[in-house]
Protein backbone atom coordinates (compact mmCIF):
# COMPACT_ATOMS: atom_id res chain seq x y z
CA UNK A 1 0.00 0.00 0.00
CA UNK A 2 1.15 3.61 -0.92
CA UNK A 3 1.77 5.88 1.75
CA UNK A 4 1.47 9.81 1.07
CA UNK A 5 4.00 12.53 2.62
CA UNK A 6 2.32 15.27 3.12
CA UNK A 7 5.26 18.45 2.92
CA UNK A 8 3.59 21.67 4.33
CA UNK A 9 5.35 24.37 2.50
CA UNK A 10 5.07 26.20 6.07
CA UNK A 11 5.00 29.79 6.84
CA UNK A 12 8.97 29.14 7.56
CA UNK A 13 9.89 27.16 4.33
CA UNK A 14 8.12 30.31 2.33
CA UNK A 15 11.12 32.39 3.62
CA UNK A 16 13.64 29.94 1.95
CA UNK A 17 10.84 29.36 -1.39
CA UNK A 18 13.84 30.08 -3.84
CA UNK A 19 16.00 27.34 -1.65
CA UNK A 20 15.87 23.06 -2.25
CA UNK A 21 12.72 21.90 0.04
CA UNK A 22 12.29 18.85 -2.03
CA UNK A 23 15.41 17.67 0.48
CA UNK A 24 13.11 17.46 3.07
CA UNK A 25 10.75 14.60 1.55
CA UNK A 26 12.54 11.89 0.43
CA UNK A 27 10.36 8.96 0.11
CA UNK A 28 10.71 5.67 1.66
CA UNK A 29 9.69 4.06 -1.91
CA UNK A 30 10.10 6.17 -4.85
CA UNK A 31 6.92 6.13 -6.50
CA UNK A 32 5.30 7.11 -3.32
CA UNK A 33 2.89 10.60 -4.30
CA UNK A 34 4.88 13.63 -2.41
CA UNK A 35 2.06 15.94 -1.60
CA UNK A 36 3.23 19.29 -1.88
CA UNK A 37 0.86 22.04 -0.66
CA UNK A 38 1.94 25.82 -1.20
CA UNK A 39 -0.14 27.62 0.56
CA UNK A 40 0.31 30.86 -0.99
CA UNK A 41 -0.30 30.09 -5.10
CA UNK A 42 1.20 33.72 -6.04
CA UNK A 43 4.91 32.71 -5.21
CA UNK A 44 5.61 30.07 -7.50
CA UNK A 45 7.45 27.21 -5.57
CA UNK A 46 11.06 26.01 -6.29
CA UNK A 47 9.52 22.80 -6.35
CA UNK A 48 8.78 21.14 -9.72
CA UNK A 49 4.83 19.26 -9.58
CA UNK A 50 5.19 16.02 -11.58
CA UNK A 51 1.62 16.21 -11.61
CA UNK A 52 0.72 19.56 -12.86
CA UNK A 53 4.16 20.46 -14.66
CA UNK A 54 5.67 17.41 -16.01
CA UNK A 55 2.51 15.22 -16.18
CA UNK A 56 0.56 16.99 -18.70
CA UNK A 57 4.48 17.72 -21.26
CA UNK A 58 4.29 13.71 -21.84
CA UNK A 59 0.58 13.16 -21.88
CA UNK A 60 0.33 16.42 -24.42
CA UNK A 61 3.56 15.85 -26.81
CA UNK A 62 3.96 12.43 -26.38
CA UNK A 63 1.00 10.23 -25.49
CA UNK A 64 -1.27 11.63 -28.30
CA UNK A 65 -3.21 9.52 -29.94
CA UNK A 66 -1.36 7.00 -32.55
CA UNK A 67 1.86 7.84 -30.35
CA UNK A 68 2.93 6.95 -26.79
CA UNK A 69 -1.11 6.29 -25.26
CA UNK A 70 -1.79 3.60 -24.07
CA UNK A 71 -3.53 2.13 -26.93
CA UNK A 72 -0.58 2.81 -29.59
CA UNK A 73 2.41 1.69 -27.53
CA UNK A 74 4.58 2.67 -30.32
CA UNK A 75 8.19 1.11 -29.57
CA UNK A 76 6.45 -0.61 -26.30
CA UNK A 77 6.24 3.26 -25.11
CA UNK A 78 3.73 5.26 -23.04
CA UNK A 79 4.38 7.61 -21.24
CA UNK A 80 0.97 8.81 -19.43
CA UNK A 81 1.30 7.78 -15.60
CA UNK A 82 4.33 8.22 -13.21
CA UNK A 83 5.26 4.81 -13.32
CA UNK A 84 5.22 4.49 -17.44
CA UNK A 85 7.19 7.45 -17.44
CA UNK A 86 9.77 6.29 -14.88
CA UNK A 87 10.68 3.56 -17.50
CA UNK A 88 12.62 6.18 -19.36
CA UNK A 89 14.05 8.60 -16.49
CA UNK A 90 16.95 7.91 -14.00
CA UNK A 91 16.65 10.31 -10.92
CA UNK A 92 19.51 13.14 -10.61
CA UNK A 93 21.07 11.67 -13.89
CA UNK A 94 19.81 13.36 -17.00
CA UNK A 95 22.44 11.84 -19.44
CA UNK A 96 21.02 8.54 -18.38
CA UNK A 97 17.11 10.06 -18.55
CA UNK A 98 16.50 7.97 -22.33
CA UNK A 99 12.75 10.10 -22.51
CA UNK A 100 14.50 13.61 -21.75
CA UNK A 101 17.54 13.10 -24.05
CA UNK A 102 15.33 12.12 -27.10
CA UNK A 103 13.40 14.99 -26.49
CA UNK A 104 16.28 17.26 -26.10
CA UNK A 105 18.66 15.92 -29.05
CA UNK A 106 15.31 16.52 -31.33
CA UNK A 107 14.65 12.74 -32.09
CA UNK A 108 10.94 12.79 -29.75
CA UNK A 109 8.44 14.21 -30.72
CA UNK A 110 9.06 13.41 -34.67
CA UNK A 111 9.14 16.25 -37.09
CA UNK A 112 6.21 17.80 -37.90
CA UNK A 113 4.72 17.35 -34.36
CA UNK A 114 4.54 19.97 -32.11
CA UNK A 115 7.78 20.38 -30.05
CA UNK A 116 8.83 21.32 -26.49
CA UNK A 117 10.22 24.68 -25.78
CA UNK A 118 13.10 25.08 -24.13
CA UNK A 119 11.78 26.37 -21.17
CA UNK A 120 9.62 22.95 -21.18
CA UNK A 121 12.81 20.82 -21.25
CA UNK A 122 14.25 22.58 -18.46
CA UNK A 123 11.28 22.02 -16.08
CA UNK A 124 12.16 18.23 -16.75
CA UNK A 125 15.42 18.67 -16.49
CA UNK A 126 15.05 20.52 -13.26
CA UNK A 127 12.89 18.08 -11.94
CA UNK A 128 14.97 14.97 -12.83
CA UNK A 129 17.63 16.99 -10.98
CA UNK A 130 15.30 17.03 -8.17
CA UNK A 131 14.94 13.43 -7.96
CA UNK A 132 12.19 12.76 -10.37
CA UNK A 133 9.54 12.12 -7.72
CA UNK A 134 6.25 11.74 -7.47
CA UNK A 135 5.32 15.00 -6.47
CA UNK A 136 1.60 16.31 -6.52
CA UNK A 137 1.12 19.63 -5.72
CA UNK A 138 -2.70 21.46 -4.42
CA UNK A 139 -3.55 24.66 -4.62
CA UNK A 140 -0.67 25.50 -6.93
CA UNK A 141 -2.29 27.95 -9.31
CA UNK A 142 -3.64 31.94 -8.57
CA UNK A 143 -6.96 31.90 -9.33
CA UNK A 144 -7.18 35.96 -8.85
CA UNK A 145 -5.49 35.64 -12.62
CA UNK A 146 -7.82 34.58 -15.78
CA UNK A 147 -6.06 36.49 -19.02
CA UNK A 148 -4.71 34.96 -22.12
CA UNK A 149 -1.50 36.37 -21.57
CA UNK A 150 -1.23 34.93 -17.97
CA UNK A 151 -2.27 31.96 -17.05
CA UNK A 152 -4.45 30.49 -20.61
CA UNK A 153 -1.68 31.00 -23.00
CA UNK A 154 0.56 28.81 -20.65
CA UNK A 155 -2.30 26.40 -19.88
CA UNK A 156 -2.94 25.99 -23.34
CA UNK A 157 0.75 24.97 -24.01
CA UNK A 158 1.46 22.65 -21.22
CA UNK A 159 -1.81 20.48 -21.12
CA UNK A 160 -3.21 21.07 -24.71
CA UNK A 161 -0.79 22.14 -27.41
CA UNK A 162 1.03 18.93 -28.20
CA UNK A 163 -2.25 17.82 -29.77
CA UNK A 164 -4.44 21.21 -30.63
CA UNK A 165 -1.51 22.97 -31.52
CA UNK A 166 -0.58 22.60 -34.92
CA UNK A 167 -4.35 22.28 -37.52
CA UNK A 168 -6.01 20.84 -38.07
CA UNK A 169 -5.18 20.08 -34.68
CA UNK A 170 -6.28 16.65 -32.95
CA UNK A 171 -10.32 16.22 -33.87
CA UNK A 172 -10.13 19.07 -35.60
CA UNK A 173 -9.93 21.58 -32.46
CA UNK A 174 -6.74 24.35 -32.98
CA UNK A 175 -6.11 26.29 -30.10
CA UNK A 176 -2.33 27.45 -31.30
CA UNK A 177 -3.01 31.06 -31.01
CA UNK A 178 -5.12 33.93 -29.74
CA UNK A 179 -7.62 34.60 -32.44
CA UNK A 180 -8.24 30.28 -33.20
CA UNK A 181 -9.12 29.60 -29.44
CA UNK A 182 -11.30 32.31 -28.62
CA UNK A 183 -13.34 31.76 -32.25
CA UNK A 184 -13.47 28.18 -31.14
CA UNK A 185 -14.63 28.34 -27.74
CA UNK A 186 -16.65 30.66 -28.27
CA UNK A 187 -18.62 29.00 -30.34
CA UNK A 188 -18.53 25.67 -28.21
CA UNK A 189 -18.35 26.96 -25.19
CA UNK A 190 -20.69 24.11 -23.54
CA UNK A 191 -18.58 21.59 -25.61
CA UNK A 192 -15.34 23.50 -24.15
CA UNK A 193 -16.41 23.54 -20.45
CA UNK A 194 -17.34 19.82 -20.72
CA UNK A 195 -14.52 18.55 -22.23
CA UNK A 196 -12.22 20.68 -18.92
CA UNK A 197 -14.90 19.43 -16.62
CA UNK A 198 -14.46 15.69 -17.75
CA UNK A 199 -18.55 16.15 -18.15
CA UNK A 200 -18.99 15.17 -21.39
CA UNK A 201 -21.08 12.16 -22.06
CA UNK A 202 -18.15 11.11 -24.57
CA UNK A 203 -15.37 9.81 -22.63
CA UNK A 204 -13.04 9.92 -25.69
CA UNK A 205 -14.17 13.90 -25.53
CA UNK A 206 -12.70 14.86 -22.05
CA UNK A 207 -9.64 16.94 -22.03
CA UNK A 208 -6.71 16.79 -21.51
CA UNK A 209 -7.49 12.88 -22.00
CA UNK A 210 -7.10 10.63 -19.11
CA UNK A 211 -5.57 13.68 -16.86
CA UNK A 212 -7.83 16.56 -15.73
CA UNK A 213 -6.73 19.77 -14.70
CA UNK A 214 -7.06 20.81 -11.21
CA UNK A 215 -9.50 22.46 -10.46
CA UNK A 216 -8.27 26.12 -9.74
CA UNK A 217 -6.70 25.93 -13.36
CA UNK A 218 -10.64 24.66 -14.94
CA UNK A 219 -11.25 28.28 -12.65
CA UNK A 220 -8.99 30.18 -14.96
CA UNK A 221 -10.12 28.71 -17.93
CA UNK A 222 -14.22 29.36 -17.23
CA UNK A 223 -13.43 32.67 -15.82
CA UNK A 224 -11.31 34.22 -19.34
CA UNK A 225 -14.28 32.24 -21.36
CA UNK A 226 -17.19 34.08 -19.35
CA UNK A 227 -15.25 37.43 -19.07
CA UNK A 228 -15.06 37.14 -23.19
CA UNK A 229 -11.72 36.17 -23.55
CA UNK A 230 -9.69 38.82 -22.03
CA UNK A 231 -6.12 38.87 -23.70
C1 LIG B 1 -3.16 13.72 -25.99
C2 LIG B 1 -3.82 14.61 -26.93
C3 LIG B 1 -4.77 15.64 -26.41
C4 LIG B 1 -4.58 16.54 -25.40
C5 LIG B 1 -3.39 16.65 -24.46
C6 LIG B 1 -5.72 17.40 -25.38
N1 LIG B 1 -6.60 17.03 -26.34
FE1 LIG B 1 -8.40 17.87 -26.75
N2 LIG B 1 -8.81 16.43 -28.12
C7 LIG B 1 -7.97 15.40 -28.47
C8 LIG B 1 -8.67 14.50 -29.37
C9 LIG B 1 -8.09 13.22 -29.99
C10 LIG B 1 -9.98 15.02 -29.55
C11 LIG B 1 -11.14 14.42 -30.33
C12 LIG B 1 -11.90 13.52 -29.36
C13 LIG B 1 -13.17 12.94 -29.93
O1 LIG B 1 -13.72 13.49 -30.88
O2 LIG B 1 -13.62 11.91 -29.39
C14 LIG B 1 -10.01 16.25 -28.75
C15 LIG B 1 -11.14 17.06 -28.66
C16 LIG B 1 -11.18 18.25 -27.95
C17 LIG B 1 -12.34 19.13 -27.90
C18 LIG B 1 -13.68 18.92 -28.59
C19 LIG B 1 -14.62 18.25 -27.62
C20 LIG B 1 -15.98 18.00 -28.24
O3 LIG B 1 -16.95 17.91 -27.47
O4 LIG B 1 -16.07 17.87 -29.46
C21 LIG B 1 -11.98 20.20 -27.11
C22 LIG B 1 -12.84 21.40 -26.74
C23 LIG B 1 -10.62 19.96 -26.65
N3 LIG B 1 -10.18 18.78 -27.17
C24 LIG B 1 -9.93 20.82 -25.83
C25 LIG B 1 -8.73 20.47 -25.21
C26 LIG B 1 -8.09 21.29 -24.21
C27 LIG B 1 -8.62 22.63 -23.71
C28 LIG B 1 -6.97 20.62 -23.82
C29 LIG B 1 -6.00 21.03 -22.75
C30 LIG B 1 -6.54 21.44 -21.47
C31 LIG B 1 -6.89 19.40 -24.60
N4 LIG B 1 -7.98 19.35 -25.42
C32 LIG B 1 -5.89 18.46 -24.50
C33 LIG B 1 -6.66 15.24 -28.04
C34 LIG B 1 -6.08 15.93 -26.99
Redesign the pocket.
Known sequence: MKTSFILILSSFLLYTACKHEMINAVPVNPQDTVVVNNPNPSVKSDTVCFNTEVLPLF??YC???GCH?PASRQEGVVTNTYASIMRGITAKNPNKSEYYKVIIEKEMPPAGSPQLSTAQTNVILKWINQGALNTNCVNSCDTTKFAYSDPVVT??TN??N???GTKPG??N?Y?GDFASAKAYISA?QT??L???NHT?T?V??R???GNK?QDCQIGQFTRWVEKGFPQ
Request: glycine share 6%; charged share 5%; aromatic share 4%.
Open positions: ITASADLLNCGCHSGVLNAFNAISVSKMPPL
